[in-house]
């Protein structure tokens, strides 16, 4: 189990069979900190909470499913999630009504209804739209 406090935490992951990480108030980090993960956010609803920012620079290559409800339940104040990664890592969106934004300030931006997903410009993306 990981909680992050009051302020801006990281909490770093090696592995996805944890049962908790929260994140506390702030704008919180959760980290891949292993290459090869898949993160399924849709298997881990109520295992995470109160992150805004996935981290996947690694050693290697990481993938994170989502979908907008994912991102609506991953925190209570914002409902934007920032993904960071490498050119090696993917993020794959799990359903179709995704509205490309472009690229903007490092980042390609992704809306579906009150969802907004900023995935950095290298990291490859496969969300249906």
């Given at each position: 189990m990981y909680h992050g406090g009051g302020g801006n935490d990281t909490i770093e992951i090696r592995d996805v069979n944890f049962q908790l990480?929260?994140?506390?108030?702030?704008?919180?980090?959760?980290?891949?900190?292993?290459?090869?993960?898949?993160?399924?956010?849709?298997?881990e609803?109520?295992?995470?909470?109160?992150?805004?920012?996935?981290?996947?620079?690694?050693?290697?290559?990481?993938?994170?499913?989502l979908s907008a409800l994912d991102v609506l339940n991953l925190s209570t104040t914002s409902n934007t999630l920032i993904i960071n990664g490498t050119a090696e890592d993917h993020?794959?969106?799990?359903?179709?009504?995704?509205?490309?934004?472009?690229?903007?300030?490092?980042?390609?931006?992704?809306?579906?209804?009150?969802?907004?997903?900023?995935?950095?410009?290298?990291v490859a993306t496969d969300f249906a739209v």
């Open positions: 990480a929260d994140g506390g108030a702030g704008t919180d980090t959760l980290k891949l900190d292993r290459s090869h993960l898949d993160l399924n956010l849709a298997d609803r109520g295992h995470i909470s109160e992150i805004e920012v996935i981290d996947m620079i690694g050693q290697g290559q990481n993938t994170l499913m993020v794959n969106g799990l359903g179709s009504g995704w509205e490309d934004g472009g690229a903007h300030h490092g980042y390609h931006i992704f809306t579906n209804g009150e969802a907004t997903v900023l995935v950095g410009v290298q």
